[in-house]
């Protein structure tokens, strides 16, 4: 992994890379404003705890965001949530408790392969190559093969072997954007995603030596990833920025 992030960059999966204007060009902007407040969504009227036990937030974000300003959380709201960070947490606790308790089921996390993918994947061929690492091609896309150096757009979903999500650009809510043959990301995606074409969708099962080196940490709602363990990818390849125009 390397040492820099783009704006789109996962803390887990990417590299930080340098924010560029390359980058910004073809994102979503994500409002403006200057940082200086967060617009809640207009059609969201319950109380932030309730939205949060609901997977739409956490206690921290919540934490003094429920006053009623116009939709708007201030730098005081945001104060206010560090202050009463436990508070809010207990509060917030105490609303997915008597959410479950309601009936409400846990939310499903998105996915780039449904029940009906995972049912088909088994009759798909594995391919494995020289380095160790396999893919199955869920979509074969019928666009270019990214140049090593290109800068792509994809959707990416990490698992450990046993399907549990640790990272995902769809939670996120837009594609990962990394320089692709350039040590951005770890070697099992840097090889698996160069043989694909835009449109494609194509499964990596990512040996231990080609995955993470130094493993990642557990936290909420995020599995451990041992030292050099094998890790499973799911990738669609959106497009190839300056290739794709050029076409």
Request: proline fraction near 9%.
């Amino acid at each position: 992994m390397a040492a820099a992030a783009s704006s789109s960059a996962s803390p887990l999966l990417l590299p930080s890379g340098p924010r560029g204007a390359s980058s910004r060009a073809w994102l979503p902007s994500g409002g403006g404003g200057g940082g200086r407040a967060f617009i809640r969504g207009g059609n969201s009227r319950a109380p932030c705890c309730r939205r949060a036990a609901a997977g739409g937030g956490s206690a921290a974000q919540c934490g003094g965001a429920d006053d009623d300003n116009g939709g708007v959380v201030t730098r005081r709201g945001v104060v206010g949530a560090v202050v009463l960070g436990v508070s809010s947490s207990a509060l917030c606790l105490q609303a997915a408790l008597d959410a479950f308790a309601g009936g409400l089921p846990p939310e499903e996390k998105p996915k780039l392969c449904d029940a009906a993918c995972e049912a088909e994947l088994e009759n798909l061929p594995m391919v494995t190559t020289e380095s160790g690492l396999q893919y199955k091609d869920i979509k074969v896309g019928q666009g270019p093969s990214p140049p090593v150096g290109f800068q792509v757009a994809a959707n990416c979903i990490a698992m450990v072997p046993n399907g549990q999500i640790f990272d995902s650009s769809l939670e996120k809510g837009q594609p990962y954007i990394f320089r692709v043959g350039a040590g951005q990301v770890i070697k099992g995606l840097d090889e698996g995603i160069l043989s694909m074409k835009v449109g494609g969708l194509r499964r990596l099962y990512i040996p231990g030596q080609l995955a993470f080196p130094k493993g990642l940490t557990s936290a909420p709602g995020r599995p451990r990833v041992a030292p050099s363990s094998p890790v499973v990818f799911d990738v669609n390849l959106l497009f190839v920025p300056g290739l794709d125009d050029d076409e």
